[in-house]
């Protein structure tokens, strides 16, 4: 015998589960299924487990994507002040954390409990675990239907999406099985790669600042080609946010926002002090110190920093009476453009999300449905991939609502 719904939706996470729900809620008979005997890991373990579910001044400004004005339908059409209504609606308490972040008071697991109340709203059917074998599409006369080979048996619904996510941290369950699916019917796909992650760098030439890993501090952060003219870094991403040393390179928010804009063979650029105008401080000290150069720097940086930068340098070991005007202008030069290489990432296993995917060229912004007719993609599995902040959920959100209404609009016709 086989099952017959109206929508299939693979992939409980954060998209599959809100389309699931906001479909179901529009009067559609909805299977969602997943591999996975629990739902929506990657929510239950965001945001140190209260879940950075949304940004208050989310823009498509905020994405990055092959096609940069993909996401602009999705997300006019369902902000994050709708999310927060829903919120308010099942009474779940949240909070600013800074720059428009919003967290849960309580834990991650309100967000999974409001998005499992919005499909038993909608009468959802849920298999999980429940692995997916095939997905055949059968053309007929007039109408596309698609037959799922499942663990728990044979179903056919004219209508399939996939909510699968990418490749990060595979330790709970990430599979390149939207990928599969979008090759299987001849959709392109923007090659995937790890983003919102830590950055690494070669072990003996780490060495001196090994020793500083789980020293922080604020930076201003950017990437880019070694001779980039100033016209180009003039249109370079900057982040201003806390940069973490680690024992294998560098993390932190810094890093991780511009770990998505960083590509292999390209150095980072890092402003160690900020809003400091460092030649004119350092010559200052100069006429009115006599303490070690590491101590006036020392006032500037964490003075672990202050005392691995020196160390590196005999000619800034000495009190800074002593150092000349152009060692001192070369120590202000290097602090504010701190220029390195990293060799690598620390890949998906701690990547936070997937750079690429489906490519939106083959995709409708308005529905989301592919141009294989009756296959949607949605959330992280396709190339719209948001800064650190709350964006990637909230794009998972707009997502699933832009393809639900698809969904019942195709079906009510």
């Not at 400004?61 to 999705?74: E, G, I, V, Y």
């Not at 952060?221 to 390179?249: C, M, N, S, W």
Request: glycine share 8%.
């Amino acid at each position: 015998m086989i099952d017959k719904f109206d929508v299939v939706v693979i992939g409980a996470g954060a998209a599959g589960l809100f389309c699931a729900g906001q479909a179901g809620q529009l009067g559609l008979k909805v299977l969602l299924v997943d591999h996975s005997d629990k739902v929506a890991e990657k929510i239950r373990i965001s945001g140190g487990g209260r879940c950075n579910f949304t940004n208050r001044d989310t823009t498509p400004a905020q994405f990055l994507s092959d096609n940069p004005h993909f996401c602009r339908s999705a997300l006019s059409r369902y902000t994050p002040q709708d999310f927060i209504e829903l919120l308010q609606r099942h009474q779940v308490p949240f909070h600013e954390k800074h720059k428009g972040q919003l967290f849960c008071d309580r834990s991650a697991e309100d967000i999974i409990n409001l998005l499992l109340a919005e499909c038993d709203a909608g009468q959802v059917t849920r298999w999980q675990s429940c692995g997916i074998k095939s997905v055949v599409c059968a053309e007929q006369p007039g109408a596309t239907s698609y037959q799922i080979q499942t663990d728990r048996g044979l179903v056919e619904a004219p209508q399939v999406v996939i909510a699968t996510g990418g490749l990060s941290i595979p330790k709970i369950g990430a599979t390149d099985f939207g990928y599969r699916i979008a090759k299987q019917f001849g959709l392109r796909l923007i090659e995937p790669r790890a983003a919102l992650v830590p950055l690494t760098f070669d072990g003996e030439a780490w060495a001196p600042y090994a020793q500083l890993a789980g020293l922080a501090l604020p930076v201003l952060i950017e990437t880019g080609l070694p001779d980039a003219t100033p016209k180009q870094r003039k249109k370079a991403v900057v982040f201003a946010e806390d940069l973490l040393f680690t024992h294998r390179g560098l993390s932190g928010p810094a890093v991780l926002q511009i770990s998505s804009f960083w590509r292999e063979g390209q150095p980072v650029r890092i402003n160690l002090a900020p809003g400091t105008d460092l030649p004119a401080m350092l010559l200052r000290a100069k006429a009115s110190s006599k303490k070690l150069i590491a101590n006036e720097l020392a006032t500037l940086v964490p003075s672990r920093l202050a005392d691995a930068w020196v160390s590196e340098d005999p000619a800034l070991q000495r009190p800074i009476v002593d150092a000349t005007d152009k060692a001192l202008q070369t120590l202000a030069q290097r602090l504010a453009d701190w220029q390195l290489t990293p060799n690598g990432s620390e890949g998906y296993r701690k990547a936070e999300v997937t750079v690429g995917g489906v490519d939106t060229r083959d995709l409708s912004s308005q529905t989301m449905e592919s141009k294989q007719p009756g296959l949607y993609f949605i959330g992280e599995v396709v190339d719209v991939t948001g800064w650190l902040g709350g964006y990637n959920f909230q794009w998972a959100w707009a997502s699933g609502f832009a393809c639900a209404q698809a969904l019942a609009a195709k079906v009510s016709k």
